[in-house]
Every structure is written in structure tokens, then in C-alpha cells.
């Protein structure tokens, strides 16, 4: 798969607090999908990453992951 959200292998979302997304499709035949690839840049540099069906999605993993994170780092 060719992505413009890749430089050999590493995402290129590299500014804390950014996003990018890109809509992608696989399968063969009848069976193709539409999937989003999502990268998120947290504040403090770490890179959240998923794939998903919508982007909807995709940001609701991550507002759970953010949430997770923040939890984690109150327990400190």
C-alpha cells in the first residue's frame, strides 16, 4: 500500500497535537473495504496509530487512549 503518511516506514505526523488520516482500500473483488489509516501526535511526542473503518472511529480510540494515558500518569 503506498501512503503519503509514511517516509520508509515512519509516520510523518511529527508536530505534537497534530493529526493525519488517509482512507485506503483492501479486499479483493466484492469484498473491498474502505478502511482509515490514523496517526496522532500526543503533547509530550508519542504516536498513537491505528486502522479503522471510519475516522469517527479512529478519533474515539484515540480519545480512549488519551483518556488511558492520562490515568496512568495521575497514578504517579
Not at 503518511?5 to 511529527?14: A, I
Not at 466484492?30 to 498513537?48: C, H, I, N, T, W
Amino acid at each position: 500500500m503506498a501512503t503519503k503518511m509514511t517516509e520508509n516506514g515512519v509516520s510523518t505526523c511529527r508536530a505534537a497535537g497534530t493529526e493525519q488520516f488517509e482512507k485506503f482500500q483492501t479486499g479483493l473483488g466484492r469484498r473491498k473495504r474502505m478502511l482509515v489509516q490514523y496517526d496522532y501526535r500526543a503533547s509530550d511526542g508519542e504516536l498513537f496509530s491505528c486502522v479503522a473503518p471510519t475516522l469517527e472511529e479512529c478519533r474515539r480510540r484515540r480519545d480512549a487512549w488519551l483518556s488511558e494515558k492520562e490515568r496512568k500518569e495521575a497514578r504517579r
